[in-house]
C-alpha cells in the first residue's frame, strides 16, 4: 500500500494476513465521496492493497482503477469486472488527463512520495474531482481488552513504529503533507466494529510494527502476550472502534 521500498516488505510479505485481517470502512464515508462529486464514471483508488476500498467504490462509480506498488497485495484482491487492478507506484497511474472523477487513498498515503504524488492527481482529475483519504487512527477498545491485549503488545512494538504510522496518528494535515489543493472540510468517520478478541489479534498481528518485531527477535514475546490475554478474555464480540484520519480537496 505504499511508494516505499521498506513499506512493499513489510506488507508484501504478509499480504494474506493484511487481507484477511483488515476491516472495511464505514458506509457512509463512500456515500459522502459519492456525493461530492459531479460524475461516477471512474475513481482512482491508490494503494488499494488487497482491494477493500476498490470493492465498496465500485458500487457507486462505474469504474475502479486500483493500484498499488506491491504485486502480492493485489494477488489477494478479489476479481470484479469493474475493477481494474494494477501494479504501479503511487505517482504512476496509468491514467489519461482529466479522466478520474474522485482520486481514493485508504490507509496508505502516509508512505507516498507526495512531491511525486500530487502531480499525477492532478493530471488525471477532472474539474470538479475529489481527492480523498483516509487512515487508522488509535482504536478505542473496551477496557478489559486494552489493558490484556493492547497495552502488553504496544509496548514492544512501541519502537519499530515508522514516521509513516505517526504522521497518520497526528492526523493528516495539509502543511505537513504538503497538499497543494483546495482543502475541504470532512465529517467524523470512524470503523465500529463488533469482533471477538482473536479478530483483534489478527488485526493486530498485520500492522507493520508487528512485523518489524518480529523479525528482531520478539516473535516469542509476542505469541506468548497474545496467547495469554486470549485465554483469559471472553470468546464474544466486543466494541472496538477506529476513528479514521482524513484529508479532502477539490481539483
Known amino acids: 500500500m505504499n511508494t516505499s521500498v521498506e513499506n512493499a516488505t513489510t506488507f508484501g510479505s504478509q499480504a494474506e494476513v493484511y487481507a484477511a485481517a483488515r476491516p472495511s470502512y464505514p458506509d457512509n464515508l463512500f ?9 461516477h464514471d ?9 482491494g477493500q476500498s476498490a470493492h465498496q467504490l ?16 493485489i494477488a489477494q484482491a478479489r476479481a470484479h469486472p469493474r475493477i481494474t487492478y494494477k501494479a ?12 478520474t472523477d474522485a482520486i481514493t487513498v485508504a490507509t496508505a498515503l502516509h508512505w507516498f512520495d507526495h512531491q511525486a ?3 499525477e492527481v492532478a493530471r488525471v482529475a477532472r474539474p470538479g474531482a475529489l481527492f480523498f483519504a483516509w487512515a487508522y487512527g488509535g482504536g478505542e477498545a473496551e477496557p478489559d481488552v486494552q489493558a490484556k491485549l493492547f497495552d502488553p503488545i504496544k ?15 497526528r492526523g493528516y494535515t495539509k502543511d505537513e503533507l504538503k497538499m497543494p489543493f483546495e482543502e475541504v472540510a470532512v465529517p467524523d468517520f470512524a470503523c465500529r466494529l463488533a469482533w471477538r478478541p482473536a479478530q483483534i489479534a489478527a488485526f493486530i ?3 507493520s510494527a508487528h512485523k518489524k518485531a518480529r523479525l528482531d527477535g520478539h516473535a516469542e514475546t509476542l505469541e506468548a502476550l497474545e496467547a495469554e490475554a486470549l485465554a483469559t478474555l471472553p470468546d464474544e464480540p466486543t466494541d472496538y472502534v477506529l476513528p479514521l ?4 480537496a477539490r481539483l
Do not use: C, K, M
Not at 465500485?58 to 497485495?73: C, G, K, N, P, W
Open 117 to 119: 504524488f500530487w502531480p
Open 88 to 99: 504501479a507506484p503511487a505517482d504512476q497511474s496509468g491514467l489519461a488527463d482529466a479522466s
Open 245 to 248: 484520519a482524513t484529508i479532502a
Open 155 to 169: 509496548e514492544v512494538l512501541r519502537p519499530y513504529w515508522s514516521d509513516g504510522n505517526r504522521l497518520s496518528w
Open 205 to 207: 498481528r498485520s500492522w
Open 31 to 39: 456515500n459522502w465521496i459519492t456525493d461530492q462529486v459531479p460524475g
Open 42 to 50: 471512474l475513481t482512482w483508488d491508490v494503494g488499494t492493497g488487497s
Open 58 to 73: 465500485v458500487d457507486r462509480f462505474a469504474y475502479v482503477h486500483a493500484t498499488d506498488l506491491d504485486a502480492a497485495q
